[in-house]
């Protein structure tokens, strides 16, 4: 993830110093701007169903899977009483979303088994 963009993300979630997005409206209406708006929206969206599924007594796993080329992906699995979503996220993004409130205390990691 582009170092800029991740600030903007933790900007936009920092609830002591949040960043308007009215009053920065130009750093908003460049390309690293509206991917910073998607990534915050999407992981704003995994916290609320995170959250739901805690107050359900139901379940929010993760398992991270390493590609052929070494890159790491966390899929995150979220069952419900309407339904499951699964997710999967870059490194990034997962540290991003363990960092907002609630998220952290809620996950539970599954290992896979070894070969």
Same mark, same amino acid.
């Given at each position: 993830?582009?170092?800029?963009? /991740? ?13 308007? /997005?009215? &009053?920065?409206?130009? *750093? %908003?209406? *460049?390309? $690293?701007?509206?991917? !910073? ?9 995994? =916290?609320?169903? +995170? !959250? ?9 796993? %993760? ?7 070494? $890159?790491?992906? +966390? ?5 419900? +009483?309407?339904? &499951? &979503?699964?997710?999967?996220? =870059?490194? #990034?993004?997962? $540290?991003?979303?363990? =960092?907002?409130?609630?998220?952290? @205390? !809620?996950? @539970? ?5 070894? #070969?």
């Amino acid at each position: 993830m582009d170092p800029f963009v /991740r600030r903007l993300v933790e900007r936009l979630h920092d609830p002591t110093r949040p960043l308007s /997005r009215n &009053r920065h409206f130009h *750093t %908003f209406d *460049t390309p $690293e701007g509206r991917s !910073a708006m998607k990534v915050s929206r999407r992981l704003k969206s995994l =916290q609320r169903d +995170i !959250a739901a599924c805690v107050k359900e007594g139901r379940r929010a796993r %993760f398992f991270r899977h390493v590609g052929p080329n070494g $890159e790491n992906r +966390i899929e995150l699995l979220m069952e419900r +009483i309407q339904g &499951r &979503r699964v997710s999967h996220l =870059q490194d #990034a993004e997962f $540290e991003l979303l363990a =960092q907002l409130p609630g998220v952290r @205390e !809620a996950l @539970e990691e599954v290992l896979e088994p070894a #070969a």
